[in-house]
């Protein structure tokens, strides 16, 4: 099992710029989380999912959209970047809210 | 003031020493995890758990439900423990302390 995959690892935008980061799970789980990290500040909760079509808000979901049509599969969208979203993002899956989480590598994203 | 709160921030051990880590939360929660952030950055789920003690290999998690308060303890800490670890709780959703950042020099 490849477990939860991210993709890029590492990317420049430009201020109103947009872009998907791709987020894939092979385990099954019906939860799906994205986060983002920054210096100081613990994982904060951008948006999750409890299943594929159902997709709700975090802590922190301004500027950011996601779907999950698949099981798999839960993008984020940035749909106009701004320098506050320069983080490092995270996501993450399990078989429910309350159990064990997996977490992909990471992006990494710099808007300039 | 944050709903987790781990102490320290940073911590640095010489290889063998005993470390202990503690995490301290304000709300009602129906579980604990304790993770690992290794400096390339990847996080690795290491414990959850909602009541008592648990085990694996030389970390060891503690929770007391009563007090609001988990330890993470390391025996004879090694190099490839430094890390940082951070403490998450279960609400309706995950709540993370900021993480401790641990050093253990050979």
């Known amino acids: 099992n490849a477990g939860v995959t991210q993709t890029p690892k590492f990317q420049v935008l430009k201020t109103g710029q947009s872009m998907t980061l791709q987020c894939a799970q092979d385990?099954?789980?019906?939860?799906m989380s994205w986060y983002r990290q920054d210096p100081g500040m613990g994982l904060r909760l951008i948006h999750y999912s409890v299943g594929a079509g159902i997709t709700d808000q975090g802590e922190v979901p301004n500027g950011y959209n996601v779907s999950r049509s698949t099981t798999e599969d839960f993008p984020l969208r940035l749909l106009s970047a701004a320098p506050s979203q320069t983080s490092v993002y995270f996501c993450?899956?399990?078989?429910?809210?309350?159990?064990?989480?997996?977490f992909g590598p990471g992006t990494r994203l710099l808007v300039l | 003031k944050n709903e987790v709160e781990q102490s320290p921030q940073n911590l640095t051990a010489q290889e063998g020493e005993f470390i202990t880590i503690n995490c301290s939360y304000s709300v009602g929660i129906s579980a604990l995890h304790w993770l690992q952030q290794h400096p390339g950055g990847g996080i690795v789920s290491l414990f959850m758990l909602s009541s008592g003690k648990k085990k694996h290999g030389r970390l060891i998690a503690t929770i007391n439900i009563q007090e609001k308060h988990s330890s993470l303890h390391i025996t004879a800490s090694h190099p490839r423990d430094s890390a940082v670890y951070i403490c998450a709780v279960n609400t309706d959703k995950l709540i993370f302390g900021t993480g401790t950042r641990l050093q253990v020099f050979p």
């Open positions: 385990m099954n789980h019906e939860y």
């Open positions: 993450a899956s399990s078989y429910s809210a309350g159990r064990t989480q997996y």
